[in-house]
């Protein structure tokens, strides 16, 4: 057994917070220098030019990239050899959400009820997902989920006799109708499998696998490039204002499903992609 | 005022009248200079009620803009947070009644609703495109801010913005144009 304070947790998904919300990753400021070297449009062009920018004055003046500084969605990877000590782990992960937007300037945006919308006034509570894996280590990963984009996911159950094709046709409608509403260039997370709830789990999930990078799986990889192809011949572009950069990638996850069903959730994230992880 | 730059770039300086509005078409680059009052849900939720009741509002909408925004805090000796768009759809439920009351342009991003598209016509009005995301380089155009209603909302309240050269496009323009289309269309490709 190793023990892990859970003031060690709270630190960690402070800085998470604050970091995530000034800094973008790597991975995303290569996306707009590819994308400056394909580009057909000169507006397009004007946006991505303007977005690094926009990326390099938040690291500099440690201000958000965006203001809308998201839900807190947390993937917590905690190895069965662990025991946290200290208090209750979503009191400390939620104790160091509140910490990170208060001390960090970030926008409070979630309201206490969907019906009496209240703020509740220090971006808490998270969205925490805790998976129990082998080991003595806890993977934390935090993405800053913007609520605009949010406001674009969809959810589909196909059926079997429908298959790879009709999840690329659902995949490709929902890039359609996220358009300029969910700040394009976008990223998606594609959740296909498991149930109603796995599948748009997996979805939010798939969104933290580095951008650009190959999908594990090779079958999963083409369909990816595929479909990134084919969503950015619509033509919406940077911001919607026509262009070739409408996604910056398509990320898949699959899980095992019944033999009856063929459920198949997207997130849609902007390109303010924000999100840390660190193991402790 | 509407004045056009040698680049072809629109300087508006608010207030707006109907020839400005009229001047205004899709795809332009404007750069706003005067005030902008900030406004999102939460805060046309309560402008609603009173329009309705033909209550006074609490700021003058004739001619004015509406940024469709709710910024992040300002650190100390900062005007402001990150400021970008929100979603200008969300808001559709409201606009054609403002447009009414004499309000000249909103400022968002994303599409609007036809009601709204025909509210612009009818009224003389149009929407802008701020660039959505990029609230940090934004809140470098802001030179004064201040809570002027509903500040029990935090960053939904009503704020009174007065900004010098704000980038925006013009999406919806009065005479029906539409840059989400046209952009669009310009650029799709076969095998989409």
């Not at chain 1, 149930?195 to 999963?220: C, H, M, Q, V, Y």
């Not at chain 1, 490039?225 to 990638?249: C, H, M, S, V, W």
């Not at chain 2, 005030?35 to 700021?59: N, Q, S, W």
């Not at chain 2, 500040?151 to 009503?158: C, K, P, R, S």
Request: charged share 25%; aromatic share 6%.
């Amino acid at each position: 057994m190793r023990d892990i304070h859970v003031s060690a947790i709270s630190d960690a998904v402070k800085k998470l917070c604050m970091e995530a919300n000034w800094e973008l990753e790597s991975d995303m400021l290569r996306a707009f220098d590819r994308a400056l070297t394909t580009e057909r449009s000169p507006a397009g062009k004007h946006v991505l030019q303007i977005l690094k920018e926009n990326a390099q004055l938040a690291k500099t003046k440690r201000i958000p990239y965006c203001q809308d500084t998201g839900f807190v969605v947390c993937f917590v990877e905690l190895g069965q050899d662990v025991h946290v000590t200290g208090g209750p782990l979503y009191e400390a992960i939620n104790q160091g959400v509140s910490q990170g937007y208060k001390e960090g300037y970030l926008r409070a945006s979630i309201v206490r009820s969907p019906f009496d919308r209240v703020n509740t006034g220090d971006n808490t509570p998270a969205v925490i997902h805790l998976d129990v894996v082998p080991g003595a280590a806890m993977k934390i990963m935090v993405m800053a989920k913007g609520g605009g984009c949010e406001n674009r996911s969809k959810y589909k159950m196909l059926t079997p006799a429908e298959g790879v094709q009709g999840v690329k046709e659902w995949v490709i409608e929902c890039v359609r109708t996220a358009g300029p509403d969910a700040c394009p260039p976008l990223i998606l997370g594609v959740g296909v499998g498991g149930t109603f709830e796995k599948s748009a789990i997996l979805s939010k999930k798939a969104l933290f696998r580095e951008l650009g990078s190959p999908n594990p799986d090779p079958t999963l990889d083409a369909l990816e490039k595929e479909l990134l192809d084919k969503a950015n011949r619509l033509g919406i572009g940077p911001q919607g204002y026509g262009g070739d950069t409408t996604a910056f990638g398509i990320h898949i996850l699959t899980y095992p499903c019944h033999i009856t069903s063929l459920p198949v959730a997207v997130t849609i994230e902007c390109h303010a992609h924000r999100h840390k992880e660190v193991t402790l | 005022m509407v004045t056009t730059a040698p680049d072809g770039t629109k300087d508006i300086t608010t207030p707006l009248t109907d020839a400005d509005v009229e001047s205004l078409r899709a795809g332009d680059r404007v750069r706003i200079t005067g005030v902008m009052y900030t406004a999102r849900d939460a805060a046309h939720g309560r402008l609603f009620p009173l329009i309705e009741k033909r209550e006074r509002l609490p700021i003058d909408v004739y001619g004015a803009i509406i940024y469709y925004t709710g910024p992040s805090p300002a650190r100390p000796g900062d005007v402001i947070g990150s400021v970008g768009p929100t979603t200008g759809s969300r808001m559709d439920k409201f606009t054609p009644a403002l447009l009414k009351l004499g309000l000249k342009a909103t400022v968002g991003k994303g599409h609007r609703g036809q009601a709204v598209k025909d509210a612009l016509r009818q009224y003389k009005g149009v929407y802008m495109g701020a660039i959505g995301g990029a609230g940090a380089v934004l809140s470098e155009f802001v030179k004064k801010a201040e809570v002027v209603a509903y500040e029990d909302l935090g960053t939904e309240a009503i704020r009174r913005l007065e900004v010098d050269r704000f980038p925006a496009i013009v999406i919806n323009d009065c005479h029906g144009g539409d840059l989400y289309q046209d952009g669009m269309k310009a650029y799709a490709r076969e095998g989409a």
